[in-house]
C-alpha cells in the first residue's frame, strides 16, 4: 500500500545576510495513513520547517523549498498550483501550532473563528449548520458548556482549553493528516496529559494521521509508532517506537534519552547532558553535524557526512561509526 505522504530527500533554506543557508537538507521519511509518527530534536534541528514545508507555508520571499519532493497521495504539493494547496491546506492536510494564544484571533469569539473555517472549505453552509457543527466539534474535543465558549475570546479561556479550539478547528474538515507542533510544550503536565489522550481518542476515531513533533522523547513513547530523531536539519535516525528507546543506534538518539530523568537514579545528582548546543546555520559542520558534541567522533566524521543505511526492517541511522558504537551493547546482551 501506497504512503499516505513522502517526504522525498527534502532541502530547504533561507535567504540571510550572509547568504543562501540550507536548514533541512535531505530530509526523507513516510506517513501511512492512521499511524503517528514522531518528529524529535532539540529547538533548531528543522523539525518546524519540514513542517512549514508539508503545509506550503514557508516564509516568503526568504525561504523556500530548493530540493526533493512532497507528495500526499502521490500529488507534489511544492509543484501543484497555489489554489490547489490552498484547498488542500487545512482541509487535507490540517496542523496545529505550539502556542495557541498567538494562533487565535485575540479580538475575535471563538465562535466566530470556527465559523470562518467553515466558510473557508465548505462555503455555502447556513449559520445553523455552522453553528450546529462548531458546537459538535467543542464537545468532540472536550469542552465544556460549548454554546457559552462559542461567544467568549481566547484571553477568556485557560491554555488547555485554547489548545482544544486549535484542535477542534483542525478537524473541521476532518483532515487525513493533523500535524501538532509542539502542542502541549506551554502547558502544565496535568493538561499535556489530557491533549495527548484527546489526540488518540481522535485518531481512533476519525482514522487521521498524526506527525507528532516535539523536543520530549516521554511524549513521544506516549503517543507514536515510529520515530524519526533529527539533528541540525539532518535525519540521524529513523525507527520504531520500542526499537528506538531499547536499542538506539545513533550516538544523538542515545544521549537524549540517557538525559530522560528516572525514577531509580539517585536524588540530587546531575542530570545526564550532552555538551555543548546546536550549531548555527552558518556555523554548520561540513562532515557529520554532530561531530562538535559526540564522543565517538574520529577524523572521518568532520569531513564526510554518513551515509543513510538502514541495518534492519524500518530503521535507518546516519552515523559512521554505528556499528562500532554499539557492539558493546551487542556483547552485554549476548551474556
Known amino acids: 500500500m501506497a504512503a499516505l505522504l513522502r517526504v522525498e530527500e527534502l532541502s530547504v533554506g533561507f535567504d540571510t545576510e550572509d547568504g543562501f543557508a540550507d536548514v ?58 497555489p489554489d490547489r494547496m490552498r484547498a488542500i491546506r487545512g482541509n487535507r492536510i490540517a496542523m496545529i501550532f505550539q502556542e495557541p494564544m498567538t494562533a487565535l484571533n485575540p479580538v475575535q469569539r471563538v465562535g466566530h473563528q470556527l465559523a470562518e473555517t467553515f466558510s473557508l472549505h465548505e462555503p455555502g453552509l447556513s449559520t445553523e449548520t455552522v453553528t450546529r457543527r462548531s458546537l459538535g466539534l467543542l464537545e468532540q474535543v472536550g469542552i465544556p458548556a460549548p454554546e457559552q465558549r462559542l461567544l467568549e475570546y481566547p484571553h477568556q479561556l485557560s491554555g488547555g482549553m485554547r489548545q482544544r479550539v486549535m484542535i477542534a478547528m483542525a478537524l473541521a474538515s476532518g483532515p487525513d493528516i493533523l500535524i501538532a507542533d509542539e502542542p502541549t510544550t506551554a502547558l502544565d503536565v496535568t493538561i499535556q496529559a489530557q491533549i495527548l489522550e484527546l489526540l488518540r481518542d481522535l485518531q481512533r476515531d476519525t482514522g487521521m494521521a498524526i506527525i507528532f513533533i516535539t523536543h ?34 545513533h550516538p544523538y538518539t542515545r544521549g537524549l534519552l540517557a538525559s530522560i530523568p528516572r525514577l531509580d537514579d539517585e536524588p540530587k545528582t546531575l542530570l545526564t547532558t550532552i555538551p555543548g548546543s546546536v550549531p548555527g546555520i552558518e556555523e ?29 526492517p524500518g530503521r535507518k541511522v546516519a552515523c559512521h561509526r554505528w556499528r562500532e558504537v554499539n557492539a558493546g551493547d551487542a556483547e552485554a546482551r549476548s551474556t
Do not use: W
Not at 25 to 36: P, R
Not at 216 to 232: F, K, P
Not at 294 to 312: L, S
Open 24 to 81: 533541512v537538507d535531505h530530509v526523507s521519511f513516510d506517513l501511512e495513513a492512521g499511524e503517528t509518527l514522531g518528529l524529535v530534536g532539540e529547538s533548531g534541528c528543522g523539525k518546524s520547517v519540514t513542517a512549514l514545508s508539508i503545509m506550503g507555508l514557508l516564509p516568503k520571499p526568504a525561504g523556500r523549498i530548493h530540493g526533493g519532493d512532497i507528495l500526499f497521495k502521490d500529488e507534489s504539493l511544492p509543484r501543484i498550483p
Open 216 to 249: 520530549d522523547l516521554g511524549v513521544i513513547a506516549e503517543l507514536c509508532s515510529r520515530v524519526v530523531v533529527m539533528y541540525a536539519g539532518r535525519i540521524a535516525e529513523q525507527a520504531p517506537i520500542g526499537p528506538l528507546f531499547t536499542h538506539p543506534l
Open 284 to 312: 554548520l559542520p561540513s562532515g557529520c553535524r554532530f561531530v562538535n558534541r559526540c564522543p565517538f567522533a574520529v577524523e572521518r566524521c568532520h569531513g564526510q557526512a554518513p551515509v543513510i543505511d538502514a541495518p534492519a
